[in-house]
């Protein structure tokens, strides 16, 4: 196994009382001493960003991240 990613969704108030979706992912890939950190860091991104597009609506993504690309 390369490593696993973690999505935690919940409520949030922000600063004007406005409610909205807290979205936290975090990606731990497992290193070994032939790895590259590098590597490594890159894989944890991929997941993130893959993690995310598979979870939002591409609305959000365009609207409020302002994705250029899919």
Known sequence: ????????????????????????????????????LKESMDLAHLWVVKGFASLTSEHVQKERWKRSEP
Request: proline share 0%; charged share 25%; hydrophobic share 45%.
């Open 1 to 36: 196994m390369q490593g696993r990613l973690f999505v935690e969704a919940g409520f949030a108030v922000d600063s004007d009382g406005q409610d909205f979706i807290l979205l936290k992912i975090t990606a731990r890939v497992n290193i070994n001493q032939t790895d590259e």
